[in-house]
């Protein structure tokens, strides 16, 4: 069956520490890969996305995420988070016409 | 402006009782979803709609209705609304191009049901 695993449900940092969020997918198919963040109250925004091409994909923010085929993984990271950043990130992939998403990851950075 | 309107944005209601979720969106996508997210889950595709009375299941689409007889417009129809359905529900509008594919996602609605 289709699904996306996000292995951290919460994660909690300090400022300037570096991240990294991980994503598995199973999915027999050509998939597209996305990273999503819902600041507090409010909707989903995306982050970056995979289609094709170069593994590492930069997004906003100072993202990025490397798309690992032979794992089938998309994690995320980020060098120096930022209190900004507390959130919960989600990792989805377009399996056909269905849009997956994982349980999401909760991130809390401490000032 | 590009965006996804939900109506109502806050719900209240009982048990039985039919509600409608409305969606619409303004920037002429063929797809759409709704989405609910509930805490520990992430979200779960309910429904989506690829175009005009074109509309497939997700992965939960027990329990919940669709249409969309025009491409601005996907509601959401809870015929028979019960207690685990409370939940906070997205609409979202994809663009599909080429090699573009971006979802919009809506405001949320979130829906208690006694």
């Known amino acids: 069956a289709q699904s996306v695993s996000q292995h951290n449900h919460h994660v909690i940092l300090s400022e300037a520490a570096s991240l990294e969020l991980g994503c598995n997918y199973s999915y027999g198919g050509t998939v597209n890969l996305f990273w999503y963040v819902q600041y507090p109250g409010q909707h989903l925004q995306l982050l970056l996305k995979?289609?094709?091409?170069?593994?590492l994909v930069k997004g906003i923010k100072g993202f990025e995420a490397e798309f690992i085929k032979s794992k089938f993984s998309f994690n995320l990271r980020k060098p120096s988070v930022q209190w900004s950043d507390t959130a919960e990130y989600f990792c989805?992939?377009?399996?056909?016409?269905?849009?997956?998403f994982g349980k999401g990851t909760r991130l809390h950075i401490l000032p | 402006e590009a965006q996804v309107t939900q109506n109502p944005r806050y719900l209240i209601t009982v048990t039985g009782k039919k509600l409608t979720v409305t969606c619409s969106q303004n920037?002429?996508?063929?797809?759409m979803s709704w989405y609910r997210q509930d805490p520990g889950l992430g979200l779960r595709q309910i429904y989506y709609?690829?175009?005009?009375?074109?509309?497939d299941k997700g992965d939960v689409p027990e329990g919940y209705k669709v249409s969309r007889k025009e491409k601005r417009n996907f509601p959401l129809i809870l015929e028979s609304p019960s207690p685990n359905q409370t939940s906070l529900y997205f609409c979202?509008?994809?663009?599909?191009?080429?090699?573009?594919?971006?979802?919009?996602f809506g405001p949320g609605t979130r829906l208690t049901v006694l």
């Open positions: 995979y289609f094709s091409g170069d593994p």
């Open positions: 709609s690829m175009n005009v009375e074109v509309t």
């Open positions: 979202a509008s994809r663009e599909l191009a080429g090699s573009t594919d971006t979802q919009y």
């Open positions: 920037m002429n996508h063929e797809y």
């Open positions: 989805a992939v377009n399996a056909g016409d269905k849009i997956i």
